[in-house]
């Protein structure tokens, strides 16, 4: 974004403050016995007025009551707010849609406030209405530049008396990847705003036993495969003695880089920051005769097979990192 | 002084925690717990307990436990390593150390928050540059991270090599999570599980769905070992160890034996069956019941074949035909095991081969004479025989 395209988008923004995100809401359900049952078990919440007829009897309500904190649940639209905004149903899908084309893809809930006027009892009808109240300058964070966003929620009862209130904030921002590629890097008072690193895969603890190996990869784009310089045996993962003849003294050659799959698997879960999933891990039987452990690329995960011919090929990750994976022989 | 282990010792108490998701006290309370309660089992007092064992992964000292339980001298103690594969090692260490007098009463324990502290399969990274931590680097920036992942790799060997499929090892899953709807300890009691719910459930790592894998847990259990002729005077049925050993095959790693010649195959295991059964003169025809090592599921259909139960490439037809339930060839896990009573670690498992042979397991079969139990599979692991007196 140039300065004037920036500008337009920043009025264009703005216009959004003080938007109703859509007509009042109310909620699907009336306050009522089985959901406060349920949310008490998700919650963890054991309190004999929200759970036991006989006991709550004795309250100064005489009955059953919801537990105020539940005040939300009664409006929430169910599965379909998390269907994203590629067709926004309403103001709040429409900023945030808006936002994310521009390259802020990222959203962080980070804080919320509710007042409880009273308890809500049994039968009552909880009606919504939600203001886009704020919506903050450009800010640098440690997720990456971007806008907070606060809507405000009033909750009614069918009467229309006040029950309470919730202020709601969200972060939208530009993971750095983003940033970068957007030209928009920079913060507003010019410093760089990429402060978060992406994360990346589990870097191989370096000892002396094998930080050689890695730095092959790494300076010379091989596959390196250490050899017992006694009695020439290949050795893979490397180890500092030769089990046949006992010799500490080892060099290595370049592996041809051909090799099959002896075995596999597809990793869904779980699913660590820096990796791409589904992960194809493959055990491969290099042309050379030893085996090691790699990852298949190029490669769909429903057409890996046991026994299908694989190639080296050395990656580099965003961070400039290389490791040896294969992808299937051309 | 015996020159074999063979009948030489004995558990003579067992003693267990609650097992929860969210146990909501330290781990040494837990370990301590258990601990006392082994002790208790035995009709022995802390004082008389002058050994214990646990494993690496335990984060309760010898010390502390002793400290905290009231044990006071102590003349044996000794940690087992590799997660999982520790389990009958720690019965090893007790049997060997009362059968030659180094202790006369041994506690072996494992107490974790699995589920609400520290859990399994979240990765192994660290700073300290030890030879494992080598080990796992040729592992870990590939994104082979989980115990899960390292298991599936061989598993999917295995079941293409013998035409195994997700039936089978949901046979596996369901027989035990239908022992542990008798369990009141069990994390699985009140879910029984059918095909539908097993098929339906997300894969985790091809071919593993999510009820191939045990389950995560706090709790903590203890046994108490002493020499076979004390057990005889002590306040329970003791259960005699016929055979124990540990087991480490060539070519062994922790997890991650990629480079033997059969992966399709547990040649530790085989080992270890080979020599229980020359120590016991036993065979696998003798086993009356068993609680195999059950992280996974396919891990049970390579044991059933190691330990002779039936021929190699031939499990899944023992599976299906209900041989681990209770009326079949081998009942297994009668507790529910680690998929569906809790992930102790296997120390949970050995319990359940002491309870086997007293004749009070929740699904206790008629005329138990021989229970196996192993510890963990693709680890440095161990299988010891319990026997009537």
Partial sequence: ?330 | MPTTIHNEAAVAGIGQTAYSKKSGVSELSLATEAVRKAIDDAGLRPSDVDGLVTYTMDSSDEVEVARTVGIGDMTFWSKVNYGGGAAVGLVAHAAMAVATGMAKNVVVYRALNGRSGQRMGQGVSGQIISSDLIHWSWYMPFGLLTPASWIALQAKLYMEKYGATSEHLAHIAITQRMHAQNNPNAAMRGKPMTMDDYMNARMICEPLRLFDCCQEDDGGCALLITSAERAKDMKQKPAVIRAVTQASFEGQEQMTSFYREDLAALPEMELAAKIIYEQSGLGAKDIDAACLYDAFTPEILMQLEAFGFCGKGEAKDFVTADSLTLGGALPNNTHGGLLSEAYLHGVNNLAEGVRLIRGTSCNQPEGVDHVLVTSGVGVPTGAVIFGQV
């Fill in chain 1, 1 to 330: 974004m140039n300065e004037n395209d920036k500008k337009a988008f920043e009025t264009q923004l703005r216009t959004f403050v003080g938007r109703p995100i859509g007509p009042p809401m109310t909620g699907r359900d009336p306050v009522n016995e089985p959901m406060i049952r349920q949310w008490c078990d998700a919650m963890g919440e054991t309190h004999p007025a929200y759970l036991d007829a006989k006991a709550a009897k004795g309250t100064i309500h005489g009955e059953i009551k919801a537990p105020p904190t539940m005040l939300q649940a009664w409006v929430m639209e169910g599965w379909e707010m998390h269907e994203g905004y590629d067709e926004p149903k309403n103001e709040q899908h429409r900023l945030h849609k808006f936002l994310a084309d521009h390259g802020y893809t990222g959203v962080l809930g980070t804080n919320t406030e509710e007042n409880y006027t009273r308890y809500l009892r049994l039968g009552e009808q909880v009606t919504a209405e939600t203001v886009i109240a704020e919506i903050s300058d450009e800010k640098a964070t440690g997720r990456g530049i971007g806008y907070f966003i606060t809507t405000r929620t009033s909750f009614v009862n069918e009467k229309g008396e006040d029950i309470g209130s919730m202020s709601f904030r969200v972060l939208r921002y530009k993971p750095p990847a983003e940033a970068a590629s957007a030209g928009g890097g920079a913060g507003k008072d010019g410093k760089s705003a990429a402060v978060a690193a992406k994360p990346t895969r589990i870097k191989p603890p370096m000892g002396q036993d094998n930080a050689w190996w890695w730095e092959k990869v790494a300076k010379e784009n091989v596959l390196p495969i250490q050899r017992c310089t006694g009695c020439g045996k290949l050795r893979h993962p490397p180890r500092p003695m030769c089990d046949a003849c006992g010799s500490q003294k080892w060099d290595s050659i370049a592996a041809s880089g051909r090799g099959t799959i002896h075995t596999f698997t597809v990793i869904h879960y779980p699913q660590f920051p820096g990796y791409d999933y589904p992960i194809v891990s493959i055990i491969v039987d290099l042309e050379e005769g030893e085996r090691m452990a790699s990852t298949l690329v190029e490669c769909k995960p429903e057409q890996v097979a046991i026994g299908m011919p694989v190639e080296l090929l050395i990656h580099t990750d965003e961070d400039g990192f290389k490791i040896p994976f294969f992808r299937p022989a051309k």
